[in-house]
């Protein structure tokens, strides 16, 4: 079967866990998604089935938000609730407008340290596989951007929604945003609530797909800085020929009506080629 299923992940599943979920529900080999989501957070997971795994590298992965919960005063080897405590120490008085105002002077591109427990390779091995045998490695610094930073209190739960690129670390982030203050921080609960235009509303649980599984336009999901280029030429498209446009766009996706058709790049000769069919 091909589609695009925008899929609300459960608690307590990793997302390879909810790939293979997908894959017996639909009876499709070939099934991706665009993004990981922590084993213990919930919310937006595009799956990706059959000949649209292809578009996974013209996918939407910038502008990812996040609705996060934090404690103060703990600090673990995760960052988060889930990992080893390896240090706690008494909060002080935290005024919502001083974390705030710090979580505003954060506002940009920023540099993060991966937590170990992550997917980051490390000489051909992931940082959690080292974590598991109690061992550290290496870890370099890795560019993000935080877009929006808001921090609020609700019955004396500390939250903070986050809109952010893609590969941040939340609970880096509410790390470095306790640090900021002098206090430890560690994240409680995460949930990814949208990528780009496409929202968490719009998901669907495992046990909906199974019953009744609303799929995707596959052009929804392509990337913003991606031209979506109505086609003219189809037949030369579908054959993976060359074509000329007068457009100065390093790449772009040919598309018909609401059918993706392949991924175009501009090469030194002035004329696109074809750099991946996607039917």
Wanted: aromatic share 6%; with cysteine; hydrophobic share 35%.
């Amino acid at each position: 079967m091909d589609g695009i299923l925008l899929l609300n992940k459960p608690a307590g599943m990793t997302s390879f866990a909810a790939v293979s979920r997908c894959r017996r529900i639909f009876h499709e080999k070939k099934t991706g998604h665009t993004g990981t989501l922590d084993p213990e957070a919930t919310g937006l997971l595009i799956i990706l089935l059959g000949k649209y795994t292809k578009l996974l590298p013209y996918a939407v992965s910038d502008h990812k938000r996040y609705s996060a919960e934090m404690v103060f005063g703990v600090r673990t080897d995760t960052d988060d609730i889930w990992g080893s405590v390896t240090d706690r120490k008494e909060p002080g008085m935290i005024r919502q407008e001083d974390l705030q105002k710090a979580a505003d002077a954060m506002i940009g591109r920023r540099e993060q340290i991966p937590p170990m427990v992550s997917a980051v390779r490390v000489n051909g091995k992931k940082l959690y596989e080292y974590a598991r045998k109690g061992q550290q490695a290496e870890r370099k610094p890795r560019p993000a951007e935080f877009y929006s930073l808001k921090v609020s209190k609700e019955n004396d739960v500390w939250h903070l929604d986050a809109e952010v690129s893609g590969g941040t670390y939340i609970r880096t982030l509410i790390r470095d945003l306790g640090d900021m203050i002098g206090e430890y921080a560690v994240m409680s609960a995460l949930k990814r609530t949208g990528i780009e235009h496409l929202s968490l509303a719009d998901a669907c649980t495992l046990e909906e797909a199974e019953k009744n599984p609303v799929f995707l336009e596959p052009r929804r999901i392509l990337r913003p800085d991606i031209p979506a280029v109505e086609c003219e030429c189809v037949d030369d498209v579908l054959h993976g020929r060359s074509v000329l446009l007068d457009r100065n766009d390093p790449l772009i996706v040919f598309v018909q009506s609401e059918q993706v058709l392949a991924a175009y790049e501009k090469r030194q000769d002035g004329r696109y080629h074809c750099a991946r069919g996607l039917l």
